[in-house]
């Protein structure tokens, strides 16, 4: 698959040793937060979008992609999609129907694969007149068992208001985005328009082209596409990352095992692409706060042992010393907790200025958007009362509401960190227990023994490119979580086991009235007028739609601040308790070498030294892992786009890096 996933499980690995590091020297507290992280690093899952006009292949590009046999999409040339389909891992294949019915909510419905056409597409379900938000689908997929899940939408090219916002619901949590076109025409101004939308979404973005074997001169159109990219969105030619493929020859290669046919579909170069993106964009975001939030762990123990060999032959006057530091860090974390603490009063001010402040940028999209209607209408005038015309329109608005909605959430995201950021410095809560208190004791320790807390390392450094990743909101970008995708489109339905952690659709947008979720009524309203309609009626329903949405918008946003709130005080009571634990923990372990007798003084110096000695083993490992991420996150992993690898894979996903997991037989 990529050096990426091969660096996941390395991680895991990592993760799953020092566990059993912290078990096997009784250190309890660190035990439980490793085994949190891992809990929150199994949960972080990778999106890629599939978007493009209808009929450009883009059901059986993911067919190919995900190797399976037994088509999950439907790819009859007469068949469209016109419902998002999520697909992740599960042990049992399941596929989840989530149905919107009259009253606001969702019920789900469980179907069978071959029942997916009847959902998904315009033939089996027309005008989704059976009210599907979601198709939900989860297979035993090795591709997708590492957290990678893959969505398909429906396609725009018919100015569909209703499909686009369906797909711009996705695109804020994409992590990437394949634009699909097909080799037999160039792209349209429709795609070229769609292209630059999507990209306002997410810069991640991979150009497949589809039905090579349809075109014998496809290179002229690939060629072509380049340019047109490079025009619309800026990029230049050397790093667009456009894959001519064959989606029929992959999929008879799955059926038949020809090599030969998987040569000729170029998948190869898609996959690279699409697994090197990952691998350049997510090293950072997806494992380096862990590492980070790992090295914390590490580091507590190491110190704790340190200061159990340093006061080991220390006088009783030292180790009382010592006890009554740690009891006055327990009262500190104590007061910490209290209800009145400064902390906590700096925390309502920041949400109080952070919630005005999203309302008046809501206000201000508002008026944005009726800035756009009334441009449009003056322009145009009585030709607003076509169709294409007014879809046409709704989709602008919807953009303006949409990029508002994720610009929100990105400041309510970086403010939000900043200022849990300033508090966790006003509490020391980054500093170690037993440095911060050797610190504040001016300890020296026996010549016998020098106190060697652990050092600030290069790595240390590697891994403060994670740091405003959300860890510092809530221990591993939980901000995300509360913030889901922002925009709505598919009325904040929280999927089953959510996508990344997060919420599908909106949370400041959706709910039961999503920003968004208003396009079709709009539709509806107007066609359902005929030849009556006029440029009044079409302002008329445009401006409820914009107001209905500021309005859903606003409503929203302070259920999000207030659970914000809610989990930054869960967050930190949390922080407290384990702190409060891990002192404790220490203050025991010392207790129990106040009495040792001086004959066994040598025996326990070398116990220690052992276990600093399996430590340094174990951080030896985690430098290197940590130093092999960071050069993943900047690695620049050339892509072919043209032409066909001349050795194909030998199975269907396999990885063509080497191992995937590493281990280490220190233990």
Request: charged letters at 25%.
């Amino acid at each position: 698959m990529s050096k990426f996933l091969s660096l996941k499980n390395k991680t895991l690995t990592l993760i799953d040793q020092s566990y059993k590091v912290a078990v096997k020297l009784g250190y309890k507290t660190s035990a439980e937060k490793i085994s949190d992280i891992k809990k929150m690093f199994l949960a972080k899952q990778l999106m890629i979008v599939t978007v493009g006009e209808a009929r450009r292949g883009k059901s059986s590009l993911l067919n190919a992609l995900l190797n399976e046999k037994e088509p999950l999409f439907p790819v009859d040339i007469n068949v469209c999609t016109n419902v998002v389909t999520v697909v992740k891992y599960g042990e049992q294949e399941s596929v989840t129907a989530v149905i919107s019915t009259p009253d606001g909510n969702q019920r789900r419905e469980k179907i069978s694969r071959a029942q997916i056409e009847d959902y998904v597409s315009e033939k089996g379900n027309p005008n989704n007149y059976k009210m599907i938000s979601l198709l939900e689908i989860a297979i035993p997929n090795e591709l997708l068992r590492e957290g990678v899940v893959f969505v398909d939408t429906p396609g725009v090219g018919s100015l569909n208001a209703a499909h686009a916002e369906t797909t711009y619901s996705f695109l804020p949590n994409a992590d990437i985005v394949l634009f699909v076109s097909d080799s037999n025409a160039g792209y349209t101004v429709t795609e070229l328009d769609f292209m630059k939308r999507s990209y306002s979404f997410c810069k991640n973005m991979i150009f497949p082209v589809t039905k090579i074997d349809t075109n014998a001169g496809y290179q002229e159109i690939v060629d072509d596409d380049k340019v047109k990219i490079t025009e619309q969105l800026g990029i230049e030619p050397e790093d667009i990352q456009i894959v001519p493929v064959s989606n029929m020859a992959k999929l008879r290669y799955l059926a038949t095992g020809n090599k030969v046919m998987y040569l000729h579909s170029n998948y190869k170069a898609l996959e690279n692409a699409i697994w090197g993106m990952l691998a350049r964009t997510k090293a950072e975001i997806m494992l380096m706060p862990f590492l980070r939030d790992l090295k914390e762990e590490i580091d507590s123990i190491h110190n704790s042992v340190t200061t159990q060999l340093n006061m080991l032959t220390e006088s009783r006057e030292a180790v009382n010393e010592l006890m009554q530091a740690y009891d006055r860090e327990i009262k500190d974390v104590k007061r910490y907790q209290d209800e009145g603490a400064d902390w906590k009063n700096e925390l309502n001010y920041a949400i109080q200025q952070i919630s005005l402040d999203v309302n008046r940028r809501i206000q201000e999209i508002g008026i944005t958007a009726t800035d756009k209607l009334e441009s449009v209408v003056a322009q145009i005038d009585t030709k607003i009362c076509k169709e294409e015309n007014y879809q046409a329109l709704l989709m602008d608005i919807n953009e303006i509401l949409a990029l508002g909605s994720v610009e929100i959430r990105d400041y309510v995201e970086n403010v939000i960190a900043e200022n849990v950021g300033k508090i966790r410095d006003m509490l020391d809560l980054d500093v170690d227990v037993n440095s911060s208190v050797f610190e504040k004791l001016q300890f020296v320790g026996s010549e016998s023994i020098s106190i060697e807390f652990r050092k600030r390392k290069k790595t240390d450094v590697i891994l403060g490119k994670g740091s405003n990743i959300g860890r510092d909101m809530m221990g591993g970008s939980r901000i995300g979580a509360i913030l889901g995708g922002i925009i709505g489109g598919v009325a904040g339905i929280f999927v089953g086991n959510p996508i990344g952690g997060v919420i599908i659709g909106s949370t400041i947008g959706g709910g039961g009235g999503s920003v968004l979720g208003g396009t079709k009524g709009v539709v509806d309203a107007l066609k359902e007028k005929h030849d009556a309609i006029d440029v009044n009626t079409v302002k008329r329903e445009m401006s409820k739609y914009i107001n209905n949405s500021v309005k859903t918008m606003s409503t929203n946003s302070s259920a999000v601040m207030l659970e914000l709130k809610k989990q930054v005080l869960k967050s930190f009571d949390t922080e407290f308790k384990q702190r409060v634990a891990t002192i404790k923990e220490n203050a025991d372990k010392i207790k129990s070498n106040i009495n040792t007798a001086d004959k066994d003084i040598p025996k326990k110096k070398a116990m220690y030294q052992e276990q600093l000695k399996l430590l340094a083993q174990l951080e030896k490992a985690f430098d290197t892992v940590a130093g092999e991420v960071a050069a993943l996150s900047d690695d620049e992993i050339p892509v072919k786009t043209t032409t066909c690898d001349p050795e194909p894979m030998t199975q269907p996903g396999q990885d063509t890096d080497g191992d995937v997991s590493v281990t280490y037989d220190f233990l």
